[in-house]
C-alpha cells in the first residue's frame, strides 16, 4: 500500500513539519538531546514516523546526526521493526501497570547493538492511572541510555506530572495544496496519471491526514483503474458535483426561485447527498468571502471567486452560509431529504437582505400632510425644524458659530418627537421586509433618547452589521432625519411587534367565539338539534 511504500525515512522525505524537523535536527547535530520527548497531533501527520527517524538519528552506524543513511543495520532494522534496542508499544493494547513495570525494569541495562533504547509509547494517553505514576520516576531520572518518545492525539488525557518531564512537539495538520501537491509527486513516480482537480478533492478529503490522503488515492486508483480522474474521485468520496452548486449560486444571485427548485429536483434524479451540498455550498460561500477580503485559495478558480466576490453582497454571504449551515444540520427532521433540502433552498431566497426602494425612500423623507402612522407628531416637528433658521435672536443669544452649534443639537431632539415610545407600532408601521422586518418584528426596545435606540435581539444574525445598517436605513427614511441604532443578543422578555400582534390575535379569536356562543341562531341549533361548535373552527374576520 501506498502509505506505507512512501512513508519517509528521514527528516528531508518528511512532508511538513518543519517546526519539529527544525527542532530536532538542532539537537541532534548539536549533542544536546532530551530524555523524553511528546509528540502531539491528529491521526495521520507524521508522530511515529518522526520517532522512527530520530531513533535513526541516534543509533546510526555512520554516525549520530540528523542525517540517517538508511543503508546500515540499525537503519534497515529500525525500519522493519526488528530492531533490538528500539520498540515500540501501543498503549491502548498494553495498558497496565504490569506492561509498563516491565518496560522499565529492561530499561536500566545497556543497549544490545545501538547506542540508545529507544522506547516509543503510542497513544500514551491511554495508559491507566498506575501505568503513569509507574514510569513518572524513569521520566524524571532515566539511564543516560535510554530515550522515550511518548504519542498521542489528545494530550489533555496526560498528566501534568508527565507533560512537566518531556520536551513537547505539536505536529500540525496538512493543509490541503501540501497533500495535493506530495500526491503528485507519488503518482509521477508510480507512472500513474491524474487529473490535479481529483487530487485537491482527495488533500480536502484526507483532513490533514497523510496517511488517509495516501489510503484514499490507493481506493482511487483501484476505482478508476488505474487513471485518477475528477468524476471518479467525486463519484468515490460521495462529493457533489461542482456543477450544482455553480447552478444553485446563478439561480440564488438571480433570485430564481423556479430555477432552485429545478436544481434540487435534477440532484434528486441523479441521487445527489443532500448533505455534503449543503455543507459543500457553504464552504464555498466561505472562500466567496474569503475572496473579497482578498484570500484565495490554491485549490479555486480565483477568476470565478473573485467574480462571485463582486456581484454578491457580503451580508447575504453572511446570511446564506448561516441557512446553509443551519439546513444541514436539521436535514434529519425534514419528512425527506429532498423535502428539507428543497425547503432550505427557498429559505435562502427568502431572507435575501433587501434595501428599501428608492421611492418609498424618498417618498419616507418629504411625508404627506395627513401621515397615518404617527398623527399629529410628525406634521409638528417639520414646521417648527423649518421655521427655527427664521426665529429673531434673542439679545443674549451667543455668537454665530456657537448659534449653529445649537441649532445641529436641537435638531435631533425635535425630531425626537416624532416617536412617542411605541416600538411595536413603530414596527407595524415600517414597510419592510426580510431580515428588516424580521429584526423589528422580534426586538425588544431597552432604550431610546431622541432618535437614538437601543433594542435586544433573540438571535446573532439579527444583530449582525449589515442587517443593524439596513434597519437604521429604514428608520431614518421613516422619520426623515438620523437615527442612532445599536443591537444586542439575549433572552427578549418584553413587548415586541410579533408578541403584540400574537396578543391581538388571541383577543380577536376569544371574542369570535363569545360571539358564536352567544349568537341566538347558534344557541337554537345547539339546544333543539343537539349541536355543538367544533373546537378550533372559529375563526375571526380580519377583514
Known amino acids: 500500500m501506498l502509505a506505507r511504500k512512501w512513508r519517509p525515512r528521514d527528516f528531508e522525505s518528511l512532508v511538513g513539519q518543519e517546526h519539529v524537523v527544525r527542532a530536532l535536527s538542532h539537537a541532534l547535530e548539536t549533542g544536546r538531546l532530551h530524555h523524553a520527548y511528546l509528540f502531539t497531533g491528529t491521526r495521520g501527520v507524521g508522530k511515529t514516523t518522526i520517532a522512527r527517524i530520530l531513533a535513526k538519528s541516534l543509533n546510526c552506524e555512520a554516525g549520530q546526526g540528523a542525517h540517517p543513511c538508511g543503508r546500515c543495520r540499525a537503519c534497515t532494522e529500525i525500519d522493519e521493526g526488528r530492531f533490538p534496542d528500539y520498540l515500540e508499544l501501543d498503549a491502548a493494547s498494553n495498558r497496565g501497570v504490569e ?82 501537491g506530495h500526491l503528485v509527486r507519488v503518482l509521477q513516480a508510480e507512472g500513474i496519471p491524474a487529473e490535479p482537480p481529483a487530487l485537491a478533492l482527495i488533500g480536502r478529503a484526507a483532513a490533514g491526514s497523510m496517511r488517509d490522503a495516501l489510503s484514499l488515492l490507493d481506493q482511487a486508483i483501484a476505482f478508476s483503474a488505474g487513471n485518477v480522474d475528477e468524476a471518479a474521485v467525486r463519484e468515490m468520496l460521495g462529493v457533489v458535483d461542482r456543477r450544482h452548486l455553480e447552478q444553485l449560486l446563478e439561480a440564488l444571485v438571480a433570485g430564481d426561485g423556479p430555477g432552485l427548485v429545478a436544481v434540487a429536483d435534477s440532484m434528486l434524479a441523479g441521487n445527489a447527498p443532500f448533505g455534503r451540498t449543503l455543507a459543500d455550498l457553504a464552504a464555498l460561500l466561505q472562500r466567496i468571502a474569503l475572496a473579497q477580503v ?224 352567544s349568537d341566538p341562531f347558534v344557541q337554537t341549533l345547539i339546544t333543539d338539534f343537539g349541536g355543538r361548535i367544533v373546537p378550533g373552527s372559529v375563526r375571526p374576520n380580519e377583514g
Open 294 to 517: 482578498g484570500v484565495l485559495g490554491d485549490e479555486d478558480d480565483p477568476d470565478a471567486l473573485q467574480r462571485r466576490a463582486r456581484e454578491i453582497p457580503a451580508e447575504d454571504l453572511q446570511v446564506w452560509y448561516q441557512i446553509a449551515i443551519h439546513g444541514a444540520r436539521d436535514l434529519p427532521l425534514a419528512p425527506d431529504e429532498h423535502t428539507g433540502f428543497t425547503m432550505t433552498l427557498l429559505r435562502l431566497l427568502a431572507f435575501r437582505p433587501g434595501e428599501t426602494p428608492p421611492s418609498a425612500r424618498q417618498a419616507a423623507l418629504r411625508p404627506p400632510a395627513g401621515r397615518v402612522s404617527q398623527p399629529g407628531v410628525a406634521q409638528q416637528a417639520a414646521p417648527q425644524q423649518a421655521a427655527a433658521p427664521q426665529q429673531p435672536a434673542a439679545p443674549q443669544q451667543p455668537a454665530a458659530p456657537q448659534r449653529a452649534s445649537q441649532s445641529t443639537e436641537q435638531a435631533p431632539r425635535a425630531a425626537a418627537r416624532a416617536f412617542d415610545g411605541d416600538w411595536p407600532a413603530l414596527a407595524a408601521a415600517l414597510q419592510v421586509g426580510g431580515f428588516t422586518q424580521q429584526f423589528m418584528q422580534q426586538s425588544e426596545l431597552i432604550e431610546a433618547d431622541g432618535l437614538s435606540f437601543r433594542v435586544r435581539v433573540p438571535i446573532r444574525p439579527l444583530a449582525e452589521p449589515g442587517t443593524v445598517a439596513r434597519v437604521r436605513d429604514a428608520l431614518a427614511a421613516h422619520f426623515g432625519a438620523p437615527v442612532r441604532l445599536s443591537a444586542e443578543v439575549g433572552t427578549v422578555a418584553g413587548q415586541t411587534a410579533a408578541a403584540v400582534a400574537s396578543q391581538q390575535r388571541s383577543e380577536r379569536l376569544q371574542q369570535a367565539q363569545e360571539a358564536m356562543e
Open 99 to 180: 506492561e509498563m513495570v516491565q518496560l522499565l525494569e529492561n530499561a536500566v541495562y545497556s543497549p544490545v547493538s545501538g547506542r540508545y533504547k529507544v522506547y516509543v509509547i503510542d497513544e500514551v494517553h491511554m495508559l491507566s492511572t498506575h501505568a503513569f505514576n509507574a514510569m513518572l520516576k524513569t521520566l524524571e531520572e532515566p539511564p543516560p541510555h535510554v530515550v522515550f518518545i511518548l504519542a498521542t492525539t489528545d494530550p489533555q488525557k496526560v498528566p501534568v506530572t508527565v507533560l512537566s518531564r518531556c520536551l513537547q512537539f505539536n505536529l500540525k495538520n496538512m493543509p490541503p495544496a501540501a497533500i495535493a
